[in-house]
T-cell receptor, first 113, second 112 residues
Framework: AQSVTQPDIHITVSEGASLELRCNYS??????LFWYVQSPGQGLQLLLK??????LVQGIKGFEAEFKRSQSSFNLRKPSVHWSDAAEYFC???????????FGGGTRLMVKP | GAGVSQSPSNKVTEKGKDVELRCDPI?????LYWYRQSLGQGLEFLIY????????KSGLPSDRFSAERTGGSVSTLTIQRTQQEDSAVYLC??????????FGPGTRLTVL
């Protein structure tokens, strides 16, 4: 069955530290890949997406993600976390011939001062 | 409008009542999606509209759920005979022909 896994439910990092959020997917063929962020009481905001080409993708707010086909992974990274980055992060995939997103369970990020 | 809007932002209802949730997509977007976000199930796809094509209803959890999209724009998600397990945040999204999806702020539904 197709699935998206975010192994870390909660992560706490200190402000200024680096961040990596993990995402693994299980699909028959490489799907389109997305990372969304959701702040409390807000909708989902797209951080970045991978459709094809360069496997290192730059997004908004200083985030980047790297697609690794051999590991079926699409991990999100940020070199220096800001307090405003505290939110819930969702990895999502959509088959190239499909209509809808399948989301991972989310990772809640807390930032210590 | 500037983004996807949803109304109401919050809805509290009694078990057994019917509710209607509204979504106004971004003007010109041909695709419209409904998702549900709940504590137990995470984010789940419900239904997808694309232009004048028949909607993809494969994510609707029961026949109590239905949705329509009038004139290729506004969509209404209807839940009949609500149950407590229907309590969730219902998110609407729109996109232009399968590109990036833009999400609305959601409607928080509480069934007492």
């Amino acid at each position: 069955a197709q699935s998206v896994t975010q192994p870390d439910i909660h992560i706490t990092v200190s402000e200024g530290a680096s961040l990596e959020l993990r995402c693994n997917y299980s699909y028959g063929a490489t799907p389109y890949l997305f990372w969304y962020v959701q702040s409390p009481g807000q909708g989902l905001q797209l951080l970045l997406k991978y459709f094809s080409g360069d496997t290192l993708v730059q997004g908004i707010k200083g985030f980047e993600a790297e697609f690794k086909r051999s590991q079926s992974s699409f991990n999100l990274r940020k070199p220096s976390v800001h307090w405003s980055d505290a939110a819930e992060y969702f990895c999502a995939v959509r088959p190239k011939a499909g209509n809808m997103l399948t989301f991972g369970g989310g990772t809640r990020l807390m930032v210590k001062p | 409008g500037a983004g996807v809007s949803q109304s109401p932002s919050n809805k509290v209802t009694e078990k057994g009542k019917d509710v209607e949730l509204r979504c106004d997509p971004i003007s010109g977007h041909t695709a419209l999606y409904w998702y549900r976000q709940s504590l137990g199930q995470g984010l789940e796809f419900l239904i997808y509209f694309q232009g004048n094509s028949a909607p993809d209803k494969s994510g609707l959890p029961s026949d109590r759920f239905s949705a329509e999209r009038t004139g290729g724009s506004v969509s209404t998600l209807t839940i009949q005979r609500t149950q407590q397990e229907d309590s969730a945040v219902y998110l609407c999204a729109s996109s232009f022909s399968g590109s990036q999806e833009f999400f609305g702020p959601g409607t928080r539904l509480t069934v007492l």
